[in-house]
């Protein structure tokens, strides 16, 4: 698993570095830091909450668009699922 921090957000993905695309750049709230991506499929992905706290978390897709966010409990598990087109990049966490 790798973090790496881009203008102030820390992305975390499974296996490899991510780094924030420039739509996200910017945005408040994507920490990245309690969810996990830990599986996916056509329209959907797994979550890991990582942490003690309940949280919300959602994927970055492909296409540059993050599907809406899903509320995760402590050390707990979430599927996000979206229409269209797009694979599951890397988990990000909504706050």
């Given at each position: 698993m790798g973090i790496r921090m881009a203008a102030g957000v820390a992305l975390v993905a499974a296996g490899l570095l991510a780094t924030?695309?420039?739509?996200?750049?910017?945005?408040?709230?994507?920490?990245?830091?309690?969810?996990?991506?830990?599986?996916?499929?056509?329209?959907?992905?797994e979550l890991r909450n990582d942490c003690g706290v309940a949280i919300e978390g959602s994927i970055a897709l492909s296409t540059g668009?993050?599907?809406?966010?899903?509320?995760?409990?402590?050390?707990g598990t979430g599927t996000v699922t979206w229409e269209g087109e797009g694979v599951a990049e890397y988990a990000v966490d909504c706050i």
């Open positions: 924030a695309s420039p739509a996200w750049a910017g945005e408040a709230g994507a920490l990245g830091a309690c969810a996990e991506l830990t599986d996916s499929g056509p329209g959907w992905a668009e993050r599907p809406a966010c899903v509320p995760i409990a402590p050390r």
